[in-house]
């Protein structure tokens, strides 16, 4: 998929996707593919800053030693919205719209929580939830991921040029196998939180959409509906990669079950190759 030049013939869902001025969607094609400096090296400055929680665009911590130098960077947590710094905050509110480019996606899961909700009290699960999204996040952030949502019992995350260069599919599975592992799969005692992956790569719309103080950072379109039903279908310990993104992650070799999935909505079968935490499919990364 690298190298795919994004244009909405190639995405079925493209109408349905926001539309956006030719000005701001520059502003965000620059952001997004690191071409803006600016950006690209406060990305990369933030994401090199110890600590958590952090923001869910640049990834400048909140708390920690990290958040020192933050904070004289005006990186503070928005009144409005603490998932964002006022500085990030302020361009998605700014520059509402977005582009489509080439990335990766991943979403992960928690398998059978309807069944864990029974047998917990509230609080109890609560806190296993918690647990989830705090490893889940960091794990996200250490692999150079924007952290899109957490829904229920489900991570949302995104693998953008401009904080991976072209490595963003290698990036997603790593992060897909790391979670997996911080989760327990692969341990002799078994996994804390069973979870299911899905990754896939390809062309979505990635921007800030909402009204404030709801606005917020995703990504749309085609791409997305095929990682979320990857998710689905993965089973508790398995990441199951799209073949467009095992490529892209050149990963397509790598010893592991391939399966052909019928998935809800598609008419075309999906080929995937199915990894586990202990694949060592990480060496691209």
């Not at 690209?40 to 920690?64: E, I, N, T, V």
């Not at 998932?83 to 509402?96: G, I, P």
């Not at 199915?274 to 691209?284: D, K, R």
């Amino acid at each position: 998929m690298a190298g795919v030049e994004p244009s909405r013939r190639s995405d079925p869902d493209a109408d349905a996707l926001p539309t956006t001025p030719p000005e701001t969607e520059a502003v965000w094609r620059g952001i997004l593919m690191g071409s803006d400096s600016r950006f690209r090296d406060g990305f990369g400055l933030m994401s090199r800053l110890p600590g958590s929680p952090r923001c869910r665009l640049c990834s400048a911590p909140f708390k920690g030693a990290g958040s020192v130098v933050a904070r004289r960077m005006g990186r503070t947590p928005w009144a409005k919205n603490p998932h964002y710094c006022s500085a990030c905050f302020v361009l998605l509110e700014n520059q509402r719209g977005g582009a489509e480019i080439e990335c990766s996606l991943m979403f992960a899961d928690v398998r059978g929580s309807t069944t864990l909700a029974e047998n917990m009290r509230p609080a109890e699960f609560r806190r296993v939830l918690n647990r989830f999204y705090e490893t889940a996040a960091r794990v996200l952030f250490e692999h150079e991921a924007i952290l899109d949502k957490f829904v229920g019992d489900e991570v949302f995350a995104i693998f953008v040029p401009a904080l991976t260069g072209d490595l963003h599919a290698a990036r997603a599975v790593a992060a897909a196998q790391a979670l997996l592992q911080a989760t327990g799969h692969g341990d002799p005692d078994g996994a804390w939180l069973p979870i299911g992956i899905g990754v896939h790569t390809g062309v979505a719309f990635v921007g800030a959409v909402g009204e404030a103080p709801s606005i917020t950072l995703t990504a749309l379109g085609d791409t997305v509906n095929v990682a979320a039903r990857l998710a689905s279908a993965a089973g508790a310990g398995e990441v199951l990669v799209s073949m467009d993104a095992a490529r892209a992650a050149r990963v397509e070799n790598e010893s592991g079950d391939r399966r052909d999935l019928e998935l809800k909505g598609r008419t075309v079968r999906v080929p995937v190759l199915v990894l586990g935490a202990a694949s060592g499919a990480t060496s691209s990364a």
